[in-house]
T-cell receptor, first 116, second 112 residues
Framework: AQSVTQLDSQVPVFEEAPVELRCNYS??????LFWYVQYPNQGLQLLLKYLSGSTLVKGINGFEAEFNKSQTSFHLRKPSVHISDTAEYFCAVTLPRSSNDYKLSFGAGTTVTVRA | NAGVTQTPKFQVLKTGQSMTLQCAQDMNHEYMSWYRQDPGMGLRLIHY???????DQGEVPNGYNVSRSTTEDFPLRLLSAAPSQTSVYFCASSPMVNQPQHFGDGTRLSIL
């Protein structure tokens, strides 16, 4: 069973428009949530994380995400994108397997292409 | 700070050859892992380690071996390369699995 689902595989967007990338996960217990960005021919970099506390999380480069426990979602948003935001974005979730064991799962990724 | 260093960056192998992908981190992280990235499939976990001397299998371990003799190093061995192992391989580390991962720049591996 898939633990993390990114609902859009590709998102084309015009420069200065807003963007939302959707991520849902399968778990009824507490989780840790992450968004990573991968620029072409590079490794993954952390955009933001939710470990506890406020459900609205702000990250680097103007991105933010909101944790919604009832909908088991962690959608990523940016109000105005730049050409440089063209990249692949991965949602990741750490799910507990036992009292002291966790499993980290990644979504399949969303490719964002920003056009002028 | 070097972070996570992967070598080589590129490699071409023939079917049946063996090789080792190197991964080293200088952050004293206990948790290290190897992923492969294929188009449309995201990152799939191959093997992971929660500390020196401890390794375990991930989702796609077949055809790969790992060892963790030191905290810093976590090499990935391909025993007998197959075309299906053509992929981009990433090593990652973190203090614990439920904390943000630090990724290397990847190794692009082609098996002919």
């Amino acid at each position: 069973a898939q633990s993390v689902t990114q609902l859009d595989s590709q998102v084309p967007v015009f420069e200065e428009a807003p963007v939302e990338l959707r991520c849902n996960y399968s778990s009824s217990v507490s989780v840790y949530l992450f968004w990573y960005v991968q620029y072409p021919n590079q490794g993954l970099q952390l955009l933001l994380k939710y470990l506890s506390g406020s459900t609205l999380v702000k990250g680097i480069n103007g991105f933010e995400a909101e944790f919604n426990k009832s909908q088991t979602s962690f959608h990523l948003r940016k109000p105005s994108v730049h050409i440089s935001d063209t990249a692949e974005y991965f949602c990741a979730v750490t799910l507990p397997r036992s009292s002291n064991d966790y499993k980290l799962s990644f979504g399949a990724g969303t490719t964002v292409t920003v056009r002028a | 700070n070097a972070g996570v260093t992967q070598t080589p960056k590129f490699q071409v192998l023939k079917t049946g050859q063996s090789m080792t992908l190197q991964c080293a981190q200088d952050m004293n992280h206990e948790y290290m892992s190897w992923y492969r990235q294929d188009p449309g499939m995201g990152l799939r976990l191959i093997h992971y380690s929660v500390g020196a001397g401890i390794t375990d299998q991930g989702e796609v371990p077949n055809g790969y071996n790992v060892s963790r003799s030191t905290t810093e190093d976590f090499p990935l061995r391909l025993l007998s390369a197959a075309p299906s192992q053509t992929s981009v391989y990433f090593c990652a580390s973190s203090p614990m699995v439920n904390q943000p991962q630090h990724f290397g720049d990847g190794t692009r591996l082609s098996i002919l």
